[in-house]
C-alpha cells in the first residue's frame, strides 16, 4: 500500500509534508504535519489528497508572500492562513486576530494611498479585495474554505490516483478547461459562489463566441459539470451543480461538406503498393482496413492476442472497444507472417511510445499523415481514422446489420434490446460478416504481399538539440 507523504505515530497516520528550504525561515518550520484521525493505511491514503492540497496551497500563498505586493488581495489571504497555522501550532486565537487585523488595516492604508477615498471616507477598494477580506476571517476561524483553486487541485490529484485513472491527456484537458475559467474570473473565489447565472456567461462569453465545434464545447462543459458533481456528492461544498444540463452550442442542422471520406477501392490498393513491405506502416494500414480497429487498438496487440483466425482486443476507449475480430482472409497470412517474425511480444515490433500516454501508436500515427502527404494522398479528407469510415461503409453497401457492423468496429450498441439484453452474435457469424468485406483486387495483392512483410525499419528518437551558449 502506498505511504508517500504519510508518517505513522502511536498507531495513527500523519500526512507530512517537508517545507522547500527557502521558505522555513518565512513560515518558521521545516515541516507541516496534519494527522488523518485514522490508523487504517486505506482510509489514510483516501484522506490524504484533500490535505496534501490544502498543505500545497498553504506553502504556494507563503511563498507568494514573500514578494507579492502587500496591496494585493492575495497577501491578506496569505496572511490569513499563515495565521490560522500560527494558531494551530499553540498561538492564542486573540493574538492571531490582531495580527491579521493589523495586516488588513495595512492593506487598506495601501488601497487608500493607491485608489482614494469614497464619499464616506473610506478607502476605495473592489468587489474582489472584499471578498478576499471575508475569507480572510473565515480562514482564522477554521472553517471551511472551498476555493476553486485549491478544490480543483484536490479533483486532478484524486484522477490521478484512482484505481482505474484517466488518460493523462484527460487530465490535460481538464486542467486546461479549469484555468481558463479561473483566469476569466480573475480572482480566486469559493465554489459555491459560482451560480448558474454565471456558469452560462462564461458559456456564453468564452465558450460559444469561440469558433470550435459545438462537440469541442460541449466536452469542456462536462468538465465543469463532472468537477461540481465531485464538489456536490464527494466533498459537500455545493448544493446543487450549475454547470448541469448547459449543453454546448448548437450546430446548425444545415447541410455541409464532410470532414472525411472513405478509401476507394483504386486509393487502398494504390496505398498498400506504394508502403515498404518492412514498414511497420504496412500491417498497421493492412489491419485497419480490414477490421476498422482504432490505430491504438492495432498498437497494442500482441502475438498472444491472435487466437486462430480471430484478434482478441483486451483494452480501448469505451467498454464496447474491449472485443473479438476475426481475422479477415486477405490478411491471415499477413498476420500469421507477423506472429513468426515479431521480435517482440507485440504483433507489431518495435514501436517507439509518444504523446501525453505514451500510446504505441502516437508517433505511428503522425508518420502516417506524413507519409500518404507525400505518397500521392493530397486529399486531406484521407486520415487514417478514415479506414473506420471505409469498413462501416462497406459494411452498409453489403447490408450488414447496424448491431453486427458496430460489434466489429467497436461502437457502442445503444439500441435498448440489443445493447442491453444482447453480449452480441458469436465469433462464426462474425466471420461470415467480416467475408462480406472486400476491396476487390486488394484482397488478392494482400494475400501475394504477406510473405515480403517483415517489420525492419525502425524509428529512432531525434537527438536533443543542444542550445550554443557564445
Known amino acids: 500500500m502506498n505511504t508517500e507523504h504519510l508518517r505513522k505515530r502511536n498507531n495513527v497516520w500523519f ?6 528550504p527557502h521558505l522555513r525561515q518565512h513560515m518558521g518550520k521545516r515541516e507541516l504535519i496534519r494527522t488523518t484521525k485514522t490508523h487504517d493505511l486505506a482510509v489514510a491514503n483516501r484522506r490524504k489528497h484533500q490535505m496534501l492540497a490544502d498543505i500545497q496551497a498553504m506553502i504556494a500563498q507563503a511563498d507568494m508572500a514573500r514578494t507579492m505586493p502587500k496591496e494585493s488581495s492575495e497577501y491578506v489571504l496569505a496572511a490569513a492562513r499563515e495565521a490560522r497555522a500560527s494558531v494551530l501550532a499553540g498561538t492564542a486565537m486573540a493574538d492571531a486576530e490582531l495580527g491579521l487585523d493589523a495586516t488588513i488595516e495595512n492593506h487598506l492604508e495601501l488601497l487608500r494611498k493607491q485608489n482614494g477615498e469614497d464619499d464616506e471616507g473610506n478607502p476605495k477598494i473592489g468587489a474582489a479585495h472584499e471578498n478576499v477580506i471575508r475569507l480572510a476571517h473565515k480562514e482564522l476561524a477554521g472553517q471551511t474554505l472551498g476555493l476553486l483553486s485549491v478544490q480543483v487541485k484536490a479533483y486532478l490529484n484524486e484522477l490521478r490516483h484512482a484505481e482505474r485513472p484517466l488518460r493523462n491527456q484527460t487530465i490535460r484537458e481538464k486542467e486546461r478547461a479549469f484555468s481558463e475559467f479561473q483566469a476569466w474570473l480573475v480572482h480566486d473565489v469559493e465554489v459555491d459562489t459560482i451560480t448558474r447565472a454565471m456558469a452560462g456567461q462564461y458559456r456564453t462569453e468564452k465558450l460559444v463566441t469561440k469558433q470550435v465545434s459545438a462537440q469541442t464545447t460541449k ?24 454547470w448541469a444540463r448547459m449543453g454546448g452550442k448548437k450546430e446548425s442542422k444545415r447541410g455541409k461538406e464532410k470532414s472525411r471520406r472513405p478509401w476507394t477501392d483504386a486509393e487502398l490498393l494504390a496505398l498498400m503498393k506504394v508502403i515498404p513491405k518492412d514498414d511497420a506502416l504496412f500491417p498497421l494500414a493492412a489491419i485497419a482496413a480490414y477490421t476498422g480497429a482504432r490505430r491504438e487498438e492495432i498498437c497494442l496487440l500482441r502475438k498472444a492476442d491472435v487466437d486462430g483466425n480471430v484478434f482478441k482486443i483486451r483494452e480501448g476507449k469505451s467498454h464496447a472497444a474491449v472485443r473479438e475480430v476475426p481475422i479477415h482472409s486477405a490478411i491471415r497470412p499477413i498476420v500469421a507472417r507477423l506472429v513468426k517474425t515479431s521480435t517482440d511480444d507485440y504483433l507489431i515490433p518495435g514501436l517507439l511510445t509518444g504523446g501525453m500516454d505514451e500510446k504505441r501508436g502516437h508517433l505511428l500515427g503522425k508518420r502516417f499523415g506524413y507519409f500518404i502527404r507525400h505518397n500521392g494522398f493530397p486529399d486531406t479528407k484521407l486520415k487514417f481514422h478514415t479506414f473506420r469510415n471505409t469498413v462501416s461503409q462497406r459494411f452498409e453497401a453489403a447490408g450488414v446489420p447496424l448491431p453486427v457492423a458496430k460489434q466489429i468496429i467497436g461502437h457502442e450498441r445503444d439500441d435498448l434490446t440489443y445493447g442491453t439484453y444482447s453480449d452480441g452474435i458469436g465469433t462464426k457469424e462474425l466471420t461470415k460478416t467480416m467475408a462480406k468485406l472486400t476491396y476487390g483486387a486488394l484482397d488478392e495483392y494482400m494475400q501475394g504481399a504477406a510473405g515480403k512483410v517483415k517489420v525492419e525499419t525502425r524509428s529512432h528518437r531525434r537527438p536533443t538539440r543542444r542550445k550554443v551558449v557564445a
Not at 15 to 20: E, K, L, S
Not at 219 to 242: C, I
Open 15 to 20: 500526512v507530512r509534508v517537508v517545507i522547500p
Open 219 to 242: 466536452g469542456t462543459l462536462s468538465h465543469f459539470s463532472a468537477l461540481w458533481t465531485w464538489l456536490m456528492d464527494e466533498r459537500g461544498l455545493v448544493e446543487s451543480n450549475p
